[in-house]
Structure formats: C-alpha cells, structure tokens
C-alpha cells in the first residue's frame, strides 16, 4: 500500500526529473487539491503539448497511482481566462529543490488561518502612537500562558503605562476573566462579537470600540495604570453559534480582516502603548491568524517535554528560518521556559541547563539567519552568545499557588509582580527598545 506523504514524494521526485530533461519553455505546476489528489498544469511549446501531457500523466500514474487525479491542464498566459489564476498559483508556489521549473501548492479544506494570515503588523511601531502589539502563544495548554501574559499587563500597568488586553483564545477563553472588572464583571459583548458585526456593519465608524470591552482595576486606583480587556464574548449558550461563524481566510482584495480593524480601532480610539494577545495554543486557526507575522512580538512559551518543541520547531521556521529564505528578516520572539519545578535547587538549574541547551539548538537550526547576513536587520549565528538573543530564555519557575488561586489579586504581589514576571516585563520592553531603534 502506498501512502499519501510517499506519492506525493515520488510524484515531485518524477516530475523534476522529467522536467531537467527538457528545454525551453516547460514548467509544471503541481498542485495538491483539498482531498491530496494530484492535478497539474503544464506550460510548453504548443506543439508539444499533446505529447508533453501524456508524458507527465505516465509519469504520474507510475509515481502516485490513486493520487494522481489525472487532470493536466493547459497552461496560459494572463491575458486567457485562466491564465490569471494560473500566473497567480504558480507566483504563491514552493519551488521544487532541484529545478525551479517544478511548483507545487496546497489547496486546503480546513486551518486557512495558517495559510492565509498576515505576514506584517498593521503598523510600524516607530510611528507616533503606535503600541506594540505582543503575542503570548504556547503549542501545548497548561504552559501558564495566559498567567504570564496577566503578569506582563500588570507590570506594564504599574510603570503607568496603558495597556489592552485582548483574549484570542476563543476556543478556550480565560484572560478575560482572569483580568476581570470590578466584582468580577467582564463585558457582556467581546472579540467574537466585533468580528462578526464588523463584516455586517461595515466600517468601524459603526461600531464602538468601549462595548468590547472592560477595565480591570490594577489595585492602585482608577487611572491611566488601569487595563483595557477585550473577552473572547459572552460565554453563554450563544457562543458557539458565534464561533462558527468567524472564518480566518483570505478576504476579497482591498478588504481587512475584521481582526486587523479591531486591532486599528483599539490603536485609535483607545490609545494604549501595548496590545497582548492571548492565542490558542495548537494550531487552530486563531492561532495560525496570529503567528503569521501579524504582531511585533511573539512570548513562546515552552516546556521541556517533547511535544513542546515540535511545536516550537513548527513556530519557529514559521517565524524565523521561512522568511529568512524569502529574503525578509525574522519575526520578533521572546523565548520562555515554563513550569520548571524548584522545590530541588539542583534538579532546577539540570533543568533549565537543559533547556537552555536545547532552545539554542532549535533556534540555530529554525530561526537564526548563517553567520554574517545582513548583521543589522537579521538575528544570526554570530549573535548565538548575545545574553538578549530570542533563544536565551526568560524562566518561569513552577509555582503551585498559581494552580489554586481564585483571586488574580491573591498572587499579583506575591508572585507576577516580582522576580521572573519582571525580567519577563523588561525584556519584553527591552525588546521593544530595540525593535524602534533598529527599525528606524
């Protein structure tokens, strides 16, 4: 029996070999639809094409069998009927390692938020006004993400600075009510609701921002060191009906996500210098959304367990080694080492020795640029022994308390606003130091 990843293999292995024996104009564009079967367009010599299209449905039907589709269509130029999506499909495909006659692009049925997610923050953040939009995401849930990110308000609010929350999370949501209001009140609408009446009422000059959200009070009086918080919604028995109505993928040219207009109705009418994001973790299509490019940072929240660092590896060549390859320079990221147990001081420091030792591998083989490209604009091998390089991470140590408080205030001066939670704050405003002096 022959399986999906060996066809699809075997099918691009033939078809670039086949490819390198001809000259002129052949190309071949390799497309995997929304079941994985094979369909594929050929561009060649028009009196060739007759010939050349028996040739690669042989090629196939050896290589792929089952899921070969059969289809070869003609390639056109933009001026034909097709040829614009054709031009189009061939411009977004992954060329082949061997020849770069050979593409190949995926349809998809399901996760559009990863495919079709922004690759750059709405705004730089040299602008005037403009907050740092900051993500807190972690693959695997019971990382402390959502805890983290409530520190980093917390600290942010406390130095006087003005910060909105939004819970991204929507299929789990939490740091809406982790950084409730007053008595525990949340707002009764949320980010759920504003996507969907964005893209029913049209432009945001429809809609008020304040309804989507509440103020949590930091302890230290009403003020300008109070937090905005955007609930995922109303967790009720409506909720899920909203859910399943949010679509993350691509939209008509010319039109924003309402994601990227809640985030520029915030900016503007709200006036915060930070925006943190609370993701999902996995990789649901929120999370896909938002770790695309979207945001100016990105907190990775990882564990020493296995399935973590799959998932970071996933992220991180997402964020780092793809777009190196693109020729753009790399996502911002803030590595975090969670859930580190300390009751044994020397078991503590093996384990984020560990840690430490694995991050730099996985960092050098998924995000760092090689050594000596572009020294100013790309993280590279030759800042691997930097203190402040994304690999070097911020450790959060395990802390039982924060499994069984039912107060955010119960641990905010105990435990988020002290050791670790503020290296976390200052790195993260170190970061952002950086990013502004580098991008200007």
């Not at 009403?222 to 899920?240: K, S």
């Not at 069984?404 to 790195?427: C, K, M, N, Q, S």
Request: one cysteine or more; proline letters at 4%; charged letters at 30%.
């Amino acid at each position: 029996m022959q399986h999906l990843d060996e066809a699809h293999e075997r099918a691009e292995e033939r078809v670039a070999a086949w490819l390198m024996n001809k000259t002129g104009r052949w190309r071949v564009l390799l497309i995997k639809d929304v079941l994985a079967r094979l369909r594929v367009v050929l561009w060649c010599p028009d009196k060739r094409w007759e010939t050349g299209s028996r040739e690669i449905d042989q090629q196939l039907e050896e290589a792929a069998s089952d899921y070969w589709s059969k289809a070869v269509l003609r390639g056109h130029k933009k001026e034909h009927p097709d040829g614009a999506w054709q031009a189009e499909a061939w411009q977004a495909g992954r060329s082949h390692v061997a020849t770069d006659k050979l593409r190949t692009v995926d349809r998809h049925l399901s996760k559009s938020g990863w495919f079709d997610a922004p690759t750059e923050p709405p705004w730089k953040i040299r602008a005037k006004n403009a907050p740092a939009i900051a993500l807190f995401y972690s693959f695997k849930g019971g990382a402390g993400r959502s805890t983290a990110l409530a520190a980093v308000a917390l600290q942010l609010a406390a130095a006087g600075e003005r910060v909105a929350v939004l819970d991204a999370d929507l299929d789990a949501p939490g740091v809406g009510s982790l950084l409730a209001g007053y008595d525990g009140v949340t707002a009764s609408c949320g980010i759920t609701d504003y996507l969907l009446e964005r893209r029913i009422l049209g432009g945001e000059d429809r809609l008020d921002v304040a309804d989507y959200c509440h103020r949590h009070a930091t302890g230290r009086g009403a003020g300008a060191d109070d937090i905005l918080v955007f609930p995922a919604g109303n967790f009720d028995g409506r909720y899920l009906e909203k859910l399943a109505r949010i679509d993350y993928g691509e939209l008509p040219e010319g039109t924003r996500h309402p994601f990227v207009s809640l985030l520029e109705h915030v900016r503007r009418d709200l006036a915060p210098s930070w925006i943190l994001l609370d993701a999902r973790a996995g990789l649901g299509d929120v999370s896909g959304f938002l770790t695309g490019g979207l945001c100016h940072f990105h907190v990775l929240l990882g564990t020493l367990a296995e399935a973590s660092w799959r998932g970071l590896e996933l992220i991180l060549e997402r964020l780092g080694g793809d777009r190196v390859r693109r020729g753009r320079a790399q996502a911002e990221c803030l590595l975090v080492a969670s859930m580190l147990p300390r009751s044994d001081e020397r078991l503590f420091q093996t384990l984020v020795h560990r840690f430490e030792d694995r991050a730099r591998d996985v960092f050098s083989e998924r995000y760092y640029a090689d050594p000596g490209e572009e020294p100013d604009t790309l993280w590279t091998l030759d800042d691997i022994e930097s203190d402040d390089a994304p690999h070097v991470p911020v450790v959060l140590p395990y802390d039982e308390r924060l499994a069984t408080f039912r107060d955010l205030g119960e641990v905010a001066e105990p435990i988020l606003l002290r050791g670790a939670y503020t290296e976390l704050a200052e790195r993260l405003r170190a970061g952002c130091r950086r990013f502004r002096g580098r991008a200007g």
